[in-house]
Structure formats: C-alpha cells, structure tokens
C-alpha cells in the first residue's frame, strides 16, 4: 500500500490529467488507487483471469465509469506496439514476476527481459513525466540494482531515484518483514 498511497499522492499533486501505463496489473490495486485520483489507466496483463479480477475490483471501488483500458496481453510486445503508435504515458507502473508466460506462450524471466522492458517503458514517457515505478517480489533483485536500473534509463530526465525494500510491518513483534523492493524515478 506504501506505493499505492505514493502514485496516489504524486498524481493528486500533478494538477492536470495523467496518463499511466500499469503493467504485470495483476488484480488491478494500483490501477483502483490511479483510477480514483482521475488518472486514465492503461491495465495490462497476460493473464485473462486478472484482467477479469481487476475489471470487478474497479467496479467494486465505484470506479466503473473511469477511463481504464483492459488489456490481456503480453507486456513486452504491448510496449513494443505502443512504441509503433506514439503512444505516451506521464506514469508507469511496473510489478513484473520473476517468470511467467505471456497468453501466446511468449516466456518471460525477470534477469534476462527487465533491463530491456524498462528502456523501452522510458521511451514511452510523454515529455511531462510523472513518474516511473518499478516493484519487484523477486528476491535476487536487490532495491539498490533496481535503483540502479531504473536510473541508467533516466538519466536523461529530470529527476530523482529512490530505492527501497517493500515490507509488512508486524503489530505484534514491532518489525517489518521484507517482502519486496521498489524503485521511483519521479520528476523535479
């Protein structure tokens, strides 16, 4: 929820009308949190199951009138066609898995596709960029590589990277359990 109540902040800030780019959606939580400060949401995934989970959680969240795209797909050949059209993207969200198959069988590992993914996400970022936020449950990515990722193909932007672990604070014992890492490009 920390990135959640993050991107929710940074587009309430904005001002304007914002476009974001949601890929490896899953169920759809940032793309409610997006939706519900008015951004326009592109939610993109490969499983048809989650596109359908993230349809009903945005209706659920009274979001059924938002202008959020469903789109069943392969996120690296959906960049790569949005890179053909022009399209462009003031934010972008990604929460890619370590391994998993695109609906065409396409193969995806973590190591081998995101340094590659995220250059071609940073071509998609219109010339008023928000922000990039790259999450990751993969436990050989550390916050500081992902930092350093997201930064070698933002360098030429204005702005700022930070990189952290994602965790779940414990009422009980007072600790936070790691579960994740997350790395932010956001603008001046």
């Known amino acids: 929820a920390v990135n959640w109540d993050w991107l929710r902040e940074k587009i309430q800030k ?3 009308f914002v476009s974001v780019l949601n890929l490896f959606a899953y169920t759809g939580g940032a793309t409610v949190a997006a939706a519900k400060e008015g951004a ?3 939610h993109v995934d ?8 993230a349809k009903e959680n945005c209706l659920l969240s009274g979001l059924e009138k938002a202008p959020v795209r469903y789109i069943v797909d392969d996120c690296m050949k959906f960049v790569e066609r949005e890179l053909r059209r022009g399209s462009k993207y003031d934010a972008i969200i990604m929460d890619p898995p370590s391994y ?6 396409e193969l995806w590992k973590l190591e081998n596709c995101v340094d590659e993914l995220v250059g071609k996400c940073v071509m998609l970022l219109s ?3 928000l922000f990039f936020l790259l999450n990751s449950y993969t436990t050989g ?6 930092g350093y990722l997201l930064g070698n193909h933002t360098r030429k932007l204005r702005g700022k990277i930070t990189a952290d672990e994602v965790g779940l604070y ?3 014992t007072g600790m936070v359990l790691g579960c994740g890492a997350a790395a932010r490009w956001e603008c001046d």
């Open 100 to 105: 998993g198959r695109g609906p065409g069988g």
């Open 46 to 53: 490969a499983a048809k199951g989650m596109v359908a989970a």
């Open 127 to 129: 010339n008023n960029p």
């Open 170 to 172: 414990s009422k009980q």
């Open 14 to 16: 904005a001002g304007r």
């Open 141 to 146: 990515l550390s916050p500081s590589t992902m």
């Open 40 to 42: 326009a949401v592109c």
